[in-house]
């Protein structure tokens, strides 16, 4: 069984990317037992729903992010579903105040489990909510394997340039790719994502 985190903040694109990932899994490379394990802070999660409507397993977390106040519950439900599931891979969508580093760490502590992190951002929102939000954003981006600058379209170069300038400084050991939410994952993408190492 093998662990993908995503994280990044509100809005950021994380449900669509996952949806996309999900679909390339199953479709491209016959990956057909996945659970998709969803942490909102919140007691009904619109992002459930959406995976859920697209005949995805999905699994919830509520009421608490599994960084802190739920890190106790996450080991134990990732041995659940392995017990009644046993997927080939579990990909946890971390909520958007989450820090997904320790979130790794807790799983790769208790459950001797490795994760792979891919974390998104938002280049439009990116100089404003950066300004707002610094700690937060580096947290988030601290140790992510991959990083996603997403939103492109939507986004003036000067944003882009921007934002994927940060993030090299903020994490220069990740891969960053800038993305967009309109346009299918490149593949070389995806396998580089669910490689090991």
């Avoid at 679909?23 to 992002?47: F, K, P, R, T, Y």
């Avoid at 977390?61 to 017990?83: D, N, Y």
């Avoid at 346009?183 to 070389?188: N, Q, R, V």
Wanted: aromatic content about 6%; some cysteine; proline content about 3%.
């Amino acid at each position: 069984m093998k662990i993908l985190l995503v994280g990044g903040f509100l809005g950021s694109g994380k449900t669509s990317f996952i949806l996309k990932l999900a679909h390339h899994m199953i479709e491209d490379l016959g990956i057909a037992n996945i659970v998709i394990l969803e942490n909102e802070i919140g007691e009904i999660s619109v992002d459930d729903k959406v995976l859920k409507g697209s005949g995805y397993q999905v699994k919830g977390l509520f009421a608490g992010c599994v960084c802190c106040t739920l890190a106790g519950e996450l080991p134990s439900a990732v041995r659940q579903i392995e017990r009644e599931i046993n997927p080939d891979w579990i990909i946890m969508e971390a909520t958007g105040v989450a820090f997904p580093y320790n979130i790794k760490e807790n799983v790769e502590n208790a459950l001797g489990i490795s994760c792979k992190i891919v974390c998104l951002t938002d280049a439009q929102r990116w100089k404003r909510l950066f300004r707002a939000m610094d700690h937060l954003f580096r947290y988030q981006l601290m140790e992510a394997d991959v990083v996603l600058v997403n939103k492109i379209d939507v986004a003036d170069q000067e944003s882009i340039d921007q934002c994927l300038s940060d993030v090299k400084e903020l994490n220069p050991t990740a891969v960053v790719v800038p993305t967009c939410a309109n346009e299918s994952i490149p593949i070389e993408l995806i396998d580089r994502i669910m490689s090991e190492g």
